[in-house]
């Protein structure tokens, strides 16, 4: 099963690549037969969204077509929001833009929102109300919210706080767990169902 971690970041280093290395090198060496992807949009790589997209321009198609594929052989999605003035992060709501049906739909995924401080219900929020509608992505019911996170999933445990750093590993373990069983079944699902209509290409 191939999981794809997005780190949805600008900031180059951040706190949200940070956890989102730790989450590849998990789901690599604790579970079996997982092949985990991490893309990150440190330093804003994709630009603003624009209509020539969804005209087949040649400089979109060439930009986008590597992405697509990781994406469209992925099984499941770990979304990595930091909380940036109360909300996701603009290039992270970009992105969402960017990837249809095709590469995201009727796939699980599983948020990870990240502050410094007490914060990180909002980008909760924000991506269960707002970004899955036409690419049908699939979040499930858990999440996770990494507060005061440079305090936690450092490579120095010297660094970490003891009892944060081992509730959040734990949590998160747990979170991925039941991820993978959501990409097991939603891939039966997608065998067995026809699930892109033509006459319903957008959700409602």
Not at 17 to 27: D, F, M, V, W
Not at 35 to 63: G, M, V
Not at 96 to 117: C, D, Q, T, W
Not at 181 to 195: E, F, P, Q, W
Request: proline share 5%; charged share 25%; with cysteine.
């Amino acid at each position: 099963m191939k999981i794809s971690i997005i780190s949805g970041s600008h900031r180059n280093p951040s706190q949200s690549e940070k956890i989102g290395r730790y989450i590849e090198k998990s789901l690599a060496n604790e579970f079996e037969n997982i092949e985990p992807w991490l893309y990150s949009l440190a330093d804003n790589p994709l630009p603003l969204w624009d209509q020539s997209i969804w005209e087949q321009d040649e400089d979109w198609e060439k930009r986008l077509a590597p992405l697509k594929q990781q994406l469209s052989e992925s099984d499941a999605f770990v979304i990595i929001a930091p909380e940036w003035h109360g909300q996701v992060p603009a290039g992270l709501k970009n992105f969402f833009l960017m990837f249809n049906r095709f590469e995201l739909g009727h796939k699980p995924a599983y948020i990870i929102a990240v502050s410094s401080s007490t914060g990180g219900a909002y980008p909760v929020a924000e991506l269960r109300m707002s970004s899955y509608k036409n690419n049908r992505l699939c979040y499930i019911p858990e999440h996770l919210i990494v507060r005061d996170c440079e305090k936690v999933f450092n490579d120095n445990e010297q660094d970490n706080d003891a009892d944060s750093d081992g509730y959040y590993k734990s949590r998160l373990n747990w979170g991925l767990d039941i991820l993978i069983g959501y990409g097991k079944a939603l891939k039966s699902m997608r065998d067995t169902t026809k699930i892109h209509h033509d006459d319903f290409g957008n959700g409602m």
